[in-house]
């Protein structure tokens, strides 16, 4: 009877394994091709003599922001993630603004994972060939969207098995990734290189004093789009309420500590290899394309290999943002501060699943599936929930007397500084305003219900 419980207890314990390492392989899949589409977006404001510093900037950032969420997920790990400790330090008013952001920001992640699926399948050439004329691109453009949104929710309804692959496909493509950022430059990389038209990279190799720090800090402010992935580890862990609670913080704090080494040591070689090759990357010509032809013949078992995964790994990122935005939705349900129509008690909860990718669908054809347009709305709605999340950790240093918690306040300050910088912009505006319309909803909903606690304290 020993020998068989013994045996029984060591099969669970793989199993709850292998569940972890699931969890990680999909909640990992968005911030494992955030380095790309940041350093990107980086790029248009620094030039390339300034990309490698403010990407090194940017992960400085990164340390301080990763040491909030590790707190929080510790504390709070059944899927409240960060508007948890907001409702605990700031007041319930903080919490249901923090929460509607992130909303926000999941159902973005799903659209703009699944917009880049869309953007690989494009910069390598395939077309459904059809004729419209002026429109032809985006009507490709448009089907691939409708293509990969099916693909990802069937895999999605496939439940344990469908994690599985996501994860598979997420491991898969961080292991080539890895293994690409330590080949050399290619000898012949420059004429690998397709042909770039109409793209714009200031010069900055000119700019000394202050003038470099100026440029600098507003370059981190588009590249933070690098800081996903922190606030999702814990987010989706509401699916996760019936494992035991170090399952959950493994879950959380792990998937933190993941991200944080991948696009640490992902970001320094893209920006390094963007800059010795002056790399010009377009809607067509993404920088991941010509990134990996920079490392990888084309057509070699590599390549071909890192193209599939890649695909795979933007498939799984969609799923992520669905997974974590339903784990949000549930959370709120539970404490009446959203109707009981938008989820399920009673096991996966498919309902907000799909309630969120169905919306993440709309808003990617709405964009013409360019998740350049997305990447803008995106990167505005991380950085509300981040500052609510990291204002919650710094005051919940102060009252507990945890001195390493302090190390998150750069990390708030850049936040505050980069949001300032976004009100320049419509997008910004728009996230605000549609946040504070969320939260104004959650909140009147919530005190109807009976103010439920909203299950973030415990």
């Not at 045996?7 to 392989?25: C, E, M, N, Q």
């Not at 159902?107 to 004329?133: E, H, N, P, Q």
């Not at 430059?185 to 720090?213: C, Q, R, W, Y």
């Not at 440029?215 to 402010?221: D, E, K, M, N, S």
Request: aromatic letters at 12%; proline letters at 4%; a positive charge.
């Amino acid at each position: 009877m020993k020998t068989d419980k013994g045996t029984t207890d060591k099969t669970g314990r793989v199993s709850l394994l292998i569940l972890i390492f699931a969890y990680i392989g999909l909640i990992v899949a968005d911030p494992a091709t955030s380095p790309f589409y940041a350093i990107e977006s980086a790029l248009g404001t620094v030039g390339y003599a300034l990309i490698v510093p403010t990407m090194l900037f940017v992960i400085a950032v990164a340390v301080s922001v990763s040491l909030g969420y590790i707190a929080i997920g510790i504390r709070f790990n059944k899927g409240e993630g960060g508007p948890g400790l907001v409702y605990e330090m700031l007041g319930v008013r903080s919490a249901m603004f923090a929460a509607a952001s992130l909303i926000e920001d999941f159902v973005l992640t799903d659209a703009i994972t699944m917009a880049a699926a869309v953007a690989a399948l494009v910069s390598r050439g395939y077309t459904f060939g059809l004729d419209f004329g002026a429109y032809s691109a985006l009507a490709d453009r448009l089907l691939f969207a409708l293509f990969v949104a099916g693909a990802v929710a069937i895999l999605m309804r496939c439940g344990t098995k469908g994690r599985y692959v996501f994860a598979a496909t997420t491991f898969g493509f961080m292991i080539l990734v890895l293994f690409t950022v330590f080949l050399p430059i290619l000898p012949n990389a420059k004429e690998l290189m397709p042909l770039v038209h109409n793209v714009h990279i200031p010069d900055t190799s000119a700019l000394e004093g202050f003038a470099t720090i100026g440029v600098i800090l507003f370059g981190a402010v588009r590249g933070f789009a690098l800081l996903t992935g922190f606030e999702a580890s814990v987010a989706g862990l509401s699916h996760e309420a019936d494992k035991p609670r170090w399952v959950r913080v493994s879950m959380g704090v792990g998937t933190v500590i993941m991200v944080l080494a991948f696009t640490s040591i992902v970001t320094y070689d893209i920006a390094n290899t963007t800059r010795i090759l002056e790399l010009e990357p377009s809607h067509k010509n993404t920088l991941f394309h010509l990134w990996t032809r920079s490392k990888l013949l084309p057509g070699s078992v590599a390549s071909q290999l890192l193209t599939f995964f890649s695909v795979g790994i933007l498939l799984s990122g969609s799923a992520s943002g669905a997974v974590a935005g339903s784990g949000m939705l549930r959370t709120l349900v539970r404490s009446k501060a959203l109707p009981p129509f938008l989820s399920n008690p009673i096991g996966t909860d498919y309902r907000s699943i799909f309630i969120v990718h169905g919306a993440a669908i709309l808003l990617t054809l709405l964009a013409g599936a360019n998740e350049l347009i997305i990447v803008a709305f995106y990167a505005i709605s991380v950085l509300v929930g981040f500052l609510f999340s990291l204002a919650a950790a710094v005051k919940f240093a102060y009252y507990t007397g945890t001195p390493y918690l302090f190390l998150a306040t750069p990390g708030l300050f850049m936040v505050a500084f980069a949001l300032v910088v976004n009100l320049g912009r419509y997008e910004g505006w728009v996230i605000i305003g549609l946040g504070i319309l969320m939260a104004y909803y959650l909140h009147k909903k919530w005190l109807g219900g009976g103010k439920l606690p909203i299950n973030f304290s415990h």
